[in-house]
């Protein structure tokens, strides 16, 4: 294999054999291919794409260069859940108990927060002692004993994604849509599910903002799951705003332990079980949408979900009576209320501007290595398209410092006066539904079954 001719076959519009992949992959893996030549085979990568043959072999060579989470004989089938990344998407922490609770077996492997976006990792590691890192052993354990696991990646789950990541953050070689689905579909299929579903996000705060892209994408990523013999269904949801009324680590805690009490409404419920119910009937819990719905529901009604939630903590070293005592958690010092200036219909505020003002005070990374403070973020309270007076609390900013508070307040007004400019429609929150071999609009009763 000689690196260069295949750069520049990519380069000039040809496609590599899956043997080439495969090398290409391992030796990258290992060290043997520097990250200049990989840098440059990305970037060709995002100009000339991949035939569905390469992007087969492309995410198998990563797949395979790691181990994959053991089957284990017994619990129920395996499902998780996938989201391309978003502001106040705090589902994940809510559906994976609930799931669990219903009898679904849920390896939950997230991430952090990445760019303006937050990450599920952070939101957990905001609980007291709570530790999201562990060995795949000890991963599977706790799946066979209480059904749900909510880990990062390890060292051991395709190694060549975590150097070929971090190499597209710096290298502006993110945005593409066979990278972006070998990069998640490698590390989803290496938990060797039963089915997966994926929100991909729409919308000015996702990384790929138009419905064309996010649809492509969805597509793409469906075609590798089923191929690979993981179910694989993808909603497309709204991320023109940031998702329900929190944004932050603590703070989106408190707002998903309200939810898992039944006492949360809105946009993060309805995400939250739109998906979920994708999520049992892939595991085959329920035999129609409606009858899902009832059983999530049922299992937030018991106290079954919130239950499974204190057990997961308790199973990770966090402190589980932050479930009955969320003020156990970490609470910024500046609490700042902001005020709207006048009255109108509320617009959909930017969640990449919000979640850039969130990484600025502190709750989110500039840098790998930065540490992530848990306690600040903000409340968003009146949703998009509703009615709104002057001196109506627009939000409530959780800060660490005075200075910090001016800024976030600032940046708000200024988020607002934008928005009220702009005078967009929010998009509607449930978009697609995309299987292998069908895609409409959510909603349509053509799917259900
Ligand atoms: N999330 C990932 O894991 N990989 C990507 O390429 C983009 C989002």
Wanted: hydrophobic share 45%; glycine share 12%.
């Amino acid at each position: 294999m000689v690196v260069p001719r295949l750069i520049e076959r990519k380069r000039d519009g040809g496609a590599l054999s899956g043997d080439e992949w495969r090398e290409l992959i391992a030796h990258y893996a290992t060290g043997a291919v520097p990250d200049y030549q990989m840098a440059a085979m990305a970037m060709a990568v995002l100009f000339r794409g991949l035939t569905d043959e390469e992007l087969a072999a492309l995410t198998g060579a990563m797949l395979d260069s790691g181990e994959r989470l053991p089957r284990s004989a017994t619990g129920g089938r395996r499902i998780d859940k996938h989201s391309t990344g978003g502001v106040g998407d705090k589902t994940s922490l809510i559906l994976a108990p609930l799931l669990a609770a219903c009898g679904v077996a849920v390896p939950m492997m997230s991430g952090r927060g990445l760019g303006h976006t937050g990450g599920t990792l952070d939101k957990l590691e905001s609980i007291p002692g709570f530790t999201t890192r562990m060995p795949l052993s000890e991963a599977v354990r706790q799946l066979d004993a209480i059904g749900v696991v909510m880990f990062g990646q390890t060292e051991e789950i395709v190694p060549a994604d975590r150097r070929l990541y971090a190499l597209r953050d710096v290298t502006g070689t993110v945005e593409s849509i066979p990278l972006i689905t070998a990069s998640i579909m490698s590390k989803k299929l290496a938990e060797q599910l039963d089915g997966l579903v994926l929100d991909v996000k729409v919308g000015s705060g996702a990384f790929l903002p138009n419905i064309a892209d996010a649809r492509t994408l969805a597509r793409t990523m469906v075609g590798v799951g089923e191929r690979a013999g993981c179910r694989t269904v993808a909603i497309l949801t709204a991320m023109d705003r940031p998702l329900g009324r929190t944004a932050g680590n603590a703070i989106e805690v408190v707002e998903s332990i309200a939810a898992m009490r039944g006492e949360a409404a809105g946009d993060p419920m309805e995400v939250t079980l739109a998906l979920g119910a994708e999520m049992l009937l892939l595991a085959g819990g329920a035999t129609g949408r409606g009858e899902a719905v009832q059983i999530l529901k049922s299992a937030i009604r018991s106290g079954a979900a919130l239950e499974r939630f204190r057990e997961v903590i308790r199973w990770q070293g966090g402190d589980p009576e932050v479930v009955d005592h969320p003020e156990r958690l970490p609470r910024a010092p500046e609490i700042r209320e902001v005020r709207v200036g006048r009255s109108g219909r509320m617009p959909p505020l930017s969640p990449r501007v919000l979640g850039e003002m969130i990484v600025a005070m502190g709750g989110g990374r500039r840098m790998a290595a930065d540490a992530v403070d848990p306690a600040v973020g903000l409340e968003i309270l009146p949703r998009a398209g509703q009615s709104v007076a002057a001196g109506d609390v627009l939000a409530i900013v959780h800060a660490r410092t005075p200075a910090s508070a001016d800024d976030a307040e600032l940046t708000l007004r200024r988020a607002l006066d934008h928005a009220w400019q702009e005078d967009a429609e929010p998009l509607p929150l449930l978009l697609e539904r995309i299987t292998h071999d069908h895609a409409a609009p959510y909603g349509d009763p053509a799917w259900e079954h």
